[in-house]
Structure formats: C-alpha cells, structure tokens
C-alpha cells in the first residue's frame, strides 16, 4: 500500500503560507531558483497569461470542435539514454517516449483556444495524477484548469527530485522529493496560472513529463492517432493553438457554428 510521504513537498516561494504542508531541510535547500538546464527545459512562453477573465456561462450551448492534427513526415524518435547507475532497476536505457504516431497523426498534442473569454463552466473534477512507472513519468502529457491538483505517485526503487517549472519562470512552482512506493500530498501549486509546466528529475535526466495549464475549459490531448474534440464551444471565431513538444507550435483560426466543425492541422518539427 501506499504511503502518504508528509513533508516530502517543498513549495516554491510559499514558506510562509499558512496551509503549506511542512517540508524537510532538503527539501527547502533544492526549491531554491531553477538552474539554467531547468530554465533550458522549460523554454519559451507557450500558454500566455490572459488578456481578461475568463466567464463561465451554464447556459452554454455551442458546437464541438473535432479534428486530427498531423506531422508532414514521421518525427524520427530520438536515442535511446542510458540509466548508468540505475541500470538494475530500469535497465540499461530508456527508450525515447516523446513521440505517439499512428501513420501522420500526433498523439500527445495539446490543443486549445487561445482568446475564448466566455463559454461552458469550469469542470468539477480537478484531480491529476502523475505516476513514476517502469522509471517513466506516466501520463507524459496532460491537460486541466487553474486549481487544479496533481498527486504524486512512485513505483520506482529510487529516489526522485521532481521539479515542475512554467515557461518563462525562472523557479518552480514546486518541487517534490519521491521515493519507492509513495504517494505525494497533492499540490495545487503546478496550476496556479496558466502556462505549458515542464516536470524534471534533476538527478535523472530521462523522467520529462508537461502539464498544460489553462484558466478555461476548451483544450484537448490527441489521441495517438491525433484525433480530439473540444465541445460547447460558442460560435464564433477563434484563434486556435497546438504544441507538441517535438514540433513548433501551430496557430490557425476556427469558425465555429451551432453544429460546429471539423479541422486538420500539420505540424513542422522543429
């Protein structure tokens, strides 16, 4: 069984927050400023702040976005990294994980609407959660709103220092100390506004995985197939998004009506 690991999260900027859950000297010694490899990994602003708040309307009908997004030619996967002294545990390498194909289509691509300001309510359900798995971070990819929280899984027989660092910040937002066989007390603070998250091990450099944080609810994951839909999206027009993390980001622009439409989108390597 699990074990909660109390004082294993160490909160980036917030030592003095009064609900902050206590956090060993460790801990609070590694959540200091990113170093430039974290900042590196991060990158540029991919999910910018918005330009107003966003209004939630139950009254929201609208049409649903549905579509594939593509790569002109199959994105090579990368080599193999070697776990050097972890070898006994996670085999001698880690095979590249970035890319999800089936034929063209992109799995793993967040898709979202860039200026929509009103539309359907925020959902409900805003639990997360990110596993250590076969020495992978597991789902690599994932997508939720403002508020958000992630719990933290590990099933690995090594210990792990997770730093979980926005594009354009220069320290994380958190940062988490995992062993075997514990699950993290859930944190709210990779979703305390929006932005593309980056997670990394700083003592391993294959565990990646990306949180893609939005304070609306008109996103996607595709599928491995590329396929997604985003639906109740109001008619209208709007400027539509897509990373992935292997490509430069793609914007377009969608019409939507009352029976909403369908959209392709091919993304360059970068």
Known sequence: MLRLAAAVVALVGACRDSDAPAASASAQA?????????IAAAGEVVIAKPSGRYQADSATAGGAITGTVTTSAPLAVGAPVSTGRDAAV???????ESVAQQGNG??????????VRRGKPIPLERRLELESDRCRLVPRVQAAVVGSAV??????????HLRFIAGGER?????VLLDSDEQVIPTERPFAAPGLVVVRDTDHPWPTAFLAVFDHPYFAVTAPNGSFTID??????????V??????????????????????VRLEAK
């Not at 590694?30 to 974290?38: F, G, H, L, N, P």
């Not at 996670?90 to 590249?96: E, L, M, R, S, V």
């Not at 992109?106 to 200026?115: E, F, K, R, S, T």
Request: with cysteine; hydrophobic share 35%; net charge negative.
């Open 171 to 175: 320290a994380p937002r958190v940062t």
């Open 90 to 96: 996670c085999g001698p390498t880690i095979p590249d």
């Open 106 to 115: 992109l799995g793993g691509a967040v898709v979202w609407l860039d200026d």
């Open 30 to 38: 590694a959540s200091t400023a990113a170093t430039a490899d974290d």
């Open 232 to 241: 109740r999206v109001p008619a209208g027009r709007y400027r539509m998004k």
């Open 243 to 264: 990373w992935h993390e292997r490509t430069k980001v793609a914007e377009q622009t969608v019409d939507v009506g009352a029976g909403g439409t369908t959209v392709s």
């Open 151 to 160: 719990n933290v899984l590990g099933h690995d027989d090594f210990r792990q």
